[in-house]
């Protein structure tokens, strides 16, 4: 049997769990549009300039939080390789549909 404190803990738990799947999928939406105009505009579905800005600026927000900036890196690494992997099947795509 769990106690209350626990399943308090857990409770919450649940609920931010949810929040960042919502979160995610909101930045998927706006980073599909992203990938939509990068492929209109002839843009390269990466942009290591900005990633490399994105990385610096999150690792900063991290350290604040009390958060270790490396893993806050990896999460952004494993979000943005999965949205370069969708702007670039969106360029394909839109290549062989014109």
């Known amino acids: 049997m769990i106690d209350e404190t626990l399943q308090g803990y857990r409770d919450r738990i649940d609920v931010l769990d949810e929040q960042l799947i919502q979160l995610l999928a909101e930045r998927f939406e706006i980073t599909k549009a992203v990938g939509a105009y990068k492929a209109a505009e002839g843009l390269p579905p990466a942009d290591p ?8 600026r999150l690792r900063s927000i991290a350290e604040s939080a009390g958060m270790d900036p490396g893993f806050s890196e990896k999460v952004f690494r494993l979000i943005v390789d999965e949205v370069i992997r969708h702007h670039v099947r969106h360029a394909e795509a839109s290549q062989t549909n014109p």
């Open 49 to 56: 300039d900005r990633e490399a800005a994105q990385v610096a």
